[in-house]
């Protein structure tokens, strides 16, 4: 699990620095009395360097993220964004408030975007791809990022719960023109709520900065207060005190993804052992954060009873089976955009991914896990499968 649990005096020290340096807790000015004090620019300072990626800009939240995002894009109410069906709610609510129309595709059996459904969904209005990593399996981006260079599409790369990990050597995030991240309390590092964006392409990064700070255009060469602008915004701007946390969290995601990826590898090795499930798939040269461990069993009765079993021996599950309707797009009946750009009706539109998820058990994946817990969550499911 997440970097709450690593959370300790290295980010309390982060802040005690901010006092000890006039407590400014405002990213921007203050320059005489900060003592040359900047927790966010140091904090996207080190995540740019730490992802290889151009400009990192970090945001109020995961959600934020990925608003600011496409507030980059410059979208129209034609303007159609397509993301996958196994996503949280976020991801669609982003596109919605950004005024474009929300579209869904399939899954595949990596649980992430279906890159053949994709180019189903691909209409003259669209205009970028939001792919999401979910719980830290990385989606099949070479198909996905081929077809959005061929369609001339911007991709968006939702990173929430891929960070730390990567594909074919290159990290999430920095595969797409844009990668959106969230340090919310369940998160892989977490600042209590926070998010951070990587950019390839300057422009994007100043339309970006400005947008998620009122229009502030940052001019160097006038005060704050005489800024320059050329658009409106809003505020979507992290604090210090977040800044701070951010700083010591980024030091301890190497180690937080290979502490769960050695966790998840003891669980799996009991796991395999039992007939009847089916594991994720990974694409090839994936290196996942393994935040969870997810198999599919027969039929959602059974995904059940294994969650239910789970509970009962004191240990838990990680989104499915139980928060299925937070993460599947075919139960948001309740956002009428999604459903208007479906035609009227989530029913009938992901077939395949309600095939797939209906079915899945999802093991919480934790950096410091009791010697007893693969045996447990064997024994667990061993007794609902056989
Ligand atoms: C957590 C999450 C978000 C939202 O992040 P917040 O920081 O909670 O706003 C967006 N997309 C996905 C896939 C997430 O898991």
Known sequence: MPGFEVIGKEEL??????????????????DQLRNNSYKVLEFEKNFSEYFRSKKALAVSS????????????????????????????????????????????????????DPEDL??????????????HMLGMPANLPAIKKICDENNLILIEDTAWGCGGSLQGVKLGTWGDIGTFSFDFAKTITTGEGGMLLFKDEKLFKKAAAWHDHGHENNPKVPRWEDTRSSSGFNYRMSELQGAVGISQLKKLSYI?????????LIFNKLKEIKNIQFRKSIEGSYD???????????????????NKLV???????????????????????????????NGSLAKEFKKSEEILSRCVSIPINIHMKDEVPEKV????????N
Request: hydrophobic share 40%.
């Open 13 to 30: 020290n982060e802040i005690i620095d901010i006092f000890d340096n006039g407590g400014i807790l405002f990213r921007h000015g203050f």
């Open 62 to 113: 995961g959600t934020a993220a990925l608003r600011v995002a496409l507030a980059a894009l410059n979208l129209s109410e034609r303007d159609e964004v397509i993301t996958q069906s196994f996503t949280f709610v976020a991801t669609v609510e982003a596109i919605i408030e950004s005024r474009a129309k929300p579209v869904c595709t399939d899954i595949d059996d990596t649980l992430n975007m």
């Open 119 to 132: 180019k189903n969904r691909i209409t003259k209005n669209t205009k970028a791809v939001i792919v999401v």
């Open 257 to 265: 993804v290979e502490q769960q990826r050695k966790s998840r590898d």
């Open 289 to 307: 954060t393994a935040d969870a461990l997810i198999f599919t069993v027969d039929s959602r009765e059974k995904a059940i009873d294994c969650r």
């Open 312 to 342: 009962e021996n004191s240990l838990a599950t990680k989104i499915l089976p139980e928060a299925y309707t937070w993460h599947f797009a075919g139960t948001w009946s309740h956002m009428q955009e999604l459903v208007k750009s479906h």
């Open 378 to 385: 064997f024994n667990s499911i061993n007794s609902i499968l």
